[in-house]
């Protein structure tokens, strides 16, 4: 069916150094490497050895030397109404002003520079500044607060941290600066430096000694040439902390040189773009996503990337279409989140559109329910491709290489391992392959883990074999902590993460198969499964719905009718054993400031218990909603 396909990922797996070293042709080595993969050291992979290169360099330097004048940044905030192009000319001058300011506040080569901003041009500018000066940045979302900061803080003790007055969300003022002075009083690490971006939204009082303002800073570095700095390809070049969905954030640790073949070779064969055209990512420069696919993926590729700050909806829910139209934006990258969002509105917003530059829309960052990606794919008109990954990876596990041959999806279906994966589906006891298609089980990569994925958790060796390497009896494995099945085409489906495998009775079913099943009824808008203790059956499935149109069901007797109906759902699809407990009407669910599902906080509640770490958590009221419905 898809033979080229095929054949490139069985030599990506079996000559793993033949096929890496081709796709090291689409970055530019300031000096050649020794070793395509040095893997002596399981499970401590180490791509292109004796390599050196520069991330910004192949963001930016390669393309303004080649074809200056081609946009490369698109800042475009419905917040501020302000819309600003950036040449690759114009990026690198930015970049090199930014670049002067950090080193001008001590920044040496690897020290750490976090990076708390909003969607501004300035946070692009930082995170490449400090790939060209040899700095690991570590971005964190701006919409969390003091107390998430703290610890990352800490954690990556940052030489210098950059950030902004305010960021403004819907029209709300969100000020940085007060929640920037909690963060560093509360931390035990005590950053050199602060510098900070006026954006004139919110009052900014600097500290005199610590805080410089970034705009005198730089007034005086207008012209400056700052040189890319040759870094190692296996020396750092950030550290993410996960989006903390299933407990304490990692800080994923990534290198510079797998890194950026891991991305050019993705843009290439997943994300298909060319250099010219223009890519949009919907996601933050906070999450993965924002990393390798708003800043370096695109403009590594010399593809211009719009920044978006602002609502899918503000000033109207056809903002995205219009600017897919204004910037004949070729690719696109959202996730489920977003796109559940949009379904409230009307379609014509789309259809209003000239969308005739769009190739495909990606999705990616939780599972894509069916009629989520039946009513985008109708109203689109495009192919809709889901794909698989985690902060861990940089780049997609699962997804469809249309760049290499195109391969038709399957609704559910994030789609097929990606070259450079050995991507196995393992029963979680016995240690053992799944061999046969339809076996249900943990979902896990055999090392050495292809370029791009991370090195280590920063500082913490230890903590990346245990966490990740140790958790199946006998096997030096990566899990995902995710469950899945692979079926007789060899499409993956995931069916939760592993915590979130429910087993009544003795059988085990993943939350997203009963979560997939309610969703196909036409009142839910959305639902979250977990599973909580039960005295006779060990676990019982609680179903949690969000509603299309709640006052159609405001009373006791529709509630209880349609929950009886739902119920016949699952009883249906799924059979008996799958059926949920109860099915509960709420307004909202929990979920993390990256839209994902807080399940395990459900859980936690529902059965009486502390909910835990909740930091990264969005709207508060989402769980107490629950944590009163469940107590009742
Ligand atoms: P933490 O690891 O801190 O608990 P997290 O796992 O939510 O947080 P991310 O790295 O942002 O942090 O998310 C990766 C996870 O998101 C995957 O392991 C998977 O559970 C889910 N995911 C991502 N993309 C998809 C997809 N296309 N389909 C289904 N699930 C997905
Ligand atoms: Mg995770």
Not at 71 to 98: C, D, G, R
Not at 365 to 385: H, M, N, R
Request: hydrophobic share 40%; proline share 6%; glycine share 8%.
């Amino acid at each position: 069916m898809t033979q080229r396909f095929d054949a490139v990922y069985r030599q990506s797996i079996d000559q793993p150094n033949d096929f890496w070293r081709e796709q090291a042709q689409l970055v530019d080595w300031f000096k050649p490497f020794d070793e395509v993969c040095d893997y002596a050291q399981p499970p401590f992979a180490k791509w292109f050895v004796g390599g050196q290169t520069n991330l910004c360099h192949n963001a930016v330097d390669r393309h303004a030397a080649t074809r200056g004048g081609d946009n490369a940044l698109i800042f475009v905030s419905t917040e501020t109404n302000t819309e600003i192009t950036y040449s690759f000319k114009q990026l690198l001058e930015q970049v090199q002003v930014m670049a002067a300011v950090l080193k001008a506040q001590g920044v040496k080569k690897g020290d750490r520079v976090l990076i708390y901003m909003p969607m501004i041009p300035e946070a692009a500018f930082a995170m490449l500044a400090c790939a060209r000066i040899g700095a690991i940045h570590s971005v964190v979302f701006g919409g969390f607060a003091s107390v998430s900061l703290a610890s990352r803080i800490d954690d990556c003790t940052p030489t210098v941290v950059v950030s902004a007055d305010a960021g403004s969300r819907g029209g709300k003022i969100v000020p940085y600066k007060p929640l920037l002075d909690e963060a560093l009083a509360l931390a035990a690490h005590k950053p050199a430096g602060v510098v900070m971006v006026n954006r004139g939204l919110a009052p900014m009082a600097l500290q005199a000694g610590r805080d410089v303002d970034y705009a005198s800073a730089a007034a005086q570095q207008q012209g400056v040439q700052v040189p890319c700095e040759p870094m190692a390809s296996t020396d750092p070049s950030y550290i993410l902390y996960t989006s903390g969905t299933t407990g304490k954030p990692k800080g994923v640790q990534r290198d510079t040189g797998g890194y950026a073949v891991a991305l050019a070779a993705s843009m290439k064969h997943i994300y298909m773009g060319e250099p010219g055209e223009t890519y949009f990512s919907t996601s933050d420069i906070g999450w993965v996503v924002g990393h390798s696919y708003i800043v370096y993926g695109p403009l590594i590729a010399g593809m211009a990337t719009i920044m978006y700050e602002g609502l899918p909806v503000n000033p109207d829910a056809g903002i995205w279409w219009q600017l897919v139209e204004k910037y004949k934006v070729s690719v696109m990258f959202s996730a489920p989140t977003a796109v559940r969002v949009l379904k409230k509105y009307d379609p014509s917003f789309i259809k209003n559109a000239d969308l005739s530059s769009l190739k495909a829309l990606f999705l990616a960052g939780e599972p894509l329910d069916e009629p989520t990606a039946q009513w985008i794919s109708g109203e689109l008109g495009k192919p809709i491709i889901d794909n698989y990954w985690q902060t861990e990876t940089g780049w997609p596990i699962l997804s469809l290489a249309n760049g290499i041959e195109p391969a038709k999806s399957k609704f559910g279906s994030p789609g097929v391992p990606m070259y450079g994966y050995n991507v196995q589906i393992i029963d979680e006891n016995t240690g053992e392959n799944q061999t046969q298609a339809n076996q249900k089980g943990v979902v896990a990569i055999e090392g050495p883990l292809p370029p791009g994925c991370m090195q280590t958790v920063w500082g913490d060796d230890k903590r990346f074999i245990d966490t990740y390497w140790s958790s199946i009896p006998g096997r030096l494995v990566y899990s995902t902590f995710d469950w899945g099945i692979r079926d007789e085409d060899g499409y993956f489906f995931i069916l939760g993460r592993t915590d979130d495998v429910i087993n009544v009775a003795g059988h085990r079913l993943g939350t997203r198969e009963i979560e997939e099943s309610l969703s196909s009824h036409s009142a839910v808008m959305e639902v979250a499964v977990v599973g909580v203790a039960d005295q006779l059956k060990g676990q019982v499935a609680m179903a949690f719905v969000v509603l299309k149109d709640a006052p159609a069901y405001s009373t006791p007797e529709a509630q209880l009718k349609l929950e009886g109906e739902l119920m016949k759902v699952v009883d249906g699809q799924l059979g008996a054993v799958a059926r949920p407990a109860r099915v509960r009407f709420v307004p909202l669910l929990p979920k993390t400031r990256s839209g994902k599902l807080l399940r395990r906080a459900i859980q936690a509640v529902c059965e009486q218990r502390d909910p835990g770490d909740l930091t990264t958590m969005d709207d508060p009221s989402a769980l107490s909603n629950i944590k009163a419905l469940v107590q009742t």
